[in-house]
């Protein structure tokens, strides 16, 4: 699948089929999100697999009340955990020096991006999962001190196909030369 078709058609998946997903493909996400650009190639990111099935109920009951998510953590053959290594990205030398904190947030994004759309190609689903106790993940999943958990992503095979949401025009979202 080409980038641009993979990136018009990924849509998030919230019910999965119980079918296992080969090491092959979990292996070519991985990678994938491996290879996503990050501040000064600081490369934070961390990734958790989690197959085991009451580790994932324990996730699903980390998500907030009418999480929208809860059957899809339960549902998916795999859940991957993304976290960060706290104070690389954004950082130089041990200081932070840029004036929006530390970036670990847009460098797990774009690694996530690469994921969804790798996994999206290959025939699977995915949907970003927010709206957790991520310390409570944090503890389930003996993540270390000094490491964030960021979110939660389901992968499998799509139960069923997900509707395309409205996108709003580009003339309403590019401005040129000045937002005015």
């Not at 996994?119 to 106790?133: I, N, Q, W, Y």
């Amino acid at each position: 699948m080409e980038v641009l078709e993979a990136i018009k058609t990924r849509r998030s998946i919230r019910h999965y089929k119980p079918d296992a997903i080969s090491e092959k493909k979990l292996n070519t996400v991985l990678e994938a999100a491996r290879r996503a650009p990050s501040w000064k190639n600081s490369q934070c990111w961390r990734f958790v697999i989690v197959k085991d099935k009451e580790k994932k109920t324990r996730l699903a009951e980390t998500l907030g009340p009418g999480n929208p998510a809860h059957s899809a953590i339960k549902e998916a053959p795999v859940i991957i955990v993304a976290g960060a290594e706290l104070g690389k990205s954004g950082f130089h030398e041990g200081k932070l020096i840029t004036d929006k904190g530390d970036w670990y947030m847009f460098d797990v994004a774009l690694a996530m991006q690469n994921f969804t759309l790798a996994a999206h190609s290959l025939g699977l689903g995915t949907v970003h999962v927010d709206r957790f106790d991520a310390q409570k993940a944090a503890q389930i999943l003996n993540v270390p001190q000094g490491v964030v958990v960021v979110e939660m992503t389901p992968l499998g095979y799509p139960a069923k196909e997900a509707k395309t949401p409205p996108r709003k025009e580009l003339s309403e979202l590019v401005f040129r030369e000045s937002y005015r």
